[in-house]
């Protein structure tokens, strides 16, 4: 009788004992590969970056020659899905695309790197931005869209239901070697390639926020000289 007593009272406590908390999601490891005009090779792949052997989602985003439009693939052998259209640059024909790839529970570890097959041209520009979201299982939202040149470009809306890690992506479309663009609204900058070699480049630029409650939210760039952009806005929240 003492024994079923004691087992009740157990259960009773555990069924008292408040909730484990959930981890707030949070900017994890990130780098950029950047090929210059001319000067890249095949596969592309990215310097290794230490993410979380489970939990996090991870981004990764390709931006250059129409034709190197290639899917990721990455040395944890996760399975990447396409989010959004294919994005054509105005003014260069066709020639040019963003896409952008998410992995949700993805699986990682030490030395994580992402390769682009570049099959088409491998010599050519290239820039992915590769970013991982920590204690995030959820993509909430996401926006894209493609302002007319202007010094100030406003992304599109993502609204959360409680705490999200932000992150937006910049992608500059006119034909220059120097440039400069910052998020507002409390956005920090954290990887960026705005200052080009001669032979060209993708220009590119990420940043990040980290917001406490649900909301809606958006990011403005500011930036000089004047061009259009391809905006990404993604909120990631734990699941």
Request: charged residues 10%; neutral net charge.
């Given at each position: ?5 004691m087992a ?7 069924a008292?004992?408040?909730p ?5 999601p949070?900017l ?7 090929h210059s005009?001319?000067m890249g090779?095949?596969p592309?792949v990215?310097?290794p970056?230490d993410?979380q052997t ?5 981004i990764v985003?390709?931006g250059?020659y129409a034709g ?8 944890y052998d996760n ?7 294919t994005?054509v640059y105005n003014g260069y024909g066709?020639?040019?695309?963003v ?13 994580h790197?992402?390769?682009i097959?570049?099959?088409a041209?491998p ?6 931005p ?6 995030a ?6 926006a ?6 202007g010094?100030v470009?406003t992304s599109g809306?993502v ?6 890690t932000?992150?937006?992506v910049?992608w500059g479309d006119?034909g220059v070697k120097?440039?400069t663009?910052r998020?507002?609204?409390e956005f ?7 200052t080009?070699?001669d032979n060209?480049g993708?220009?590119v630029?990420v940043a ?5 409650a649900?909301?809606?939210?958006n990011?403005?760039?500011i930036?000089?000289?004047?061009q ?6 993604f ?5």
């Open positions: 009788m003492a024994a079923l007593l009740g009272a157990s259960a009773s406590q555990a008292d004992a408040p484990t908390a959930q981890a707030t949070a994890g490891a990130h780098t950029l590969l950047t005009e001319g090779k095949a592309a990215t310097a970056i993410t489970t939990g996090s989602s991870l985003l390709n250059g190197n439009a290639d899917k990721p693939v990455d040395s399975r990447w899905k396409r989010v959004g259209d994005v066709g020639a040019f695309t896409s952008a790839y998410v992995v949700l529970a993805a699986k990682g570890g030490a030395g790197t992402v390769s097959a570049k099959r041209n010599a050519g520009e290239i820039s992915v590769f970013i991982e979201v920590m204690h299982g959820v993509l909430q939202d996401m894209q869209n493609y302002p007319a040149p010094l470009l809306n609204t959360t239901t409680g705490p999200a932000l992150v937006a910049w006119a120097r440039m663009t998020p507002d609204h920090t900058l954290v990887d960026s390639y705005l080009l070699p060209s993708v220009q630029a990040y926020r980290q917001v406490a649900a909301g809606t939210y990011v403005s760039w930036g000089s000289p004047i259009g952009a391809i905006l990404w806005l909120a990631f929240q734990s699941k």
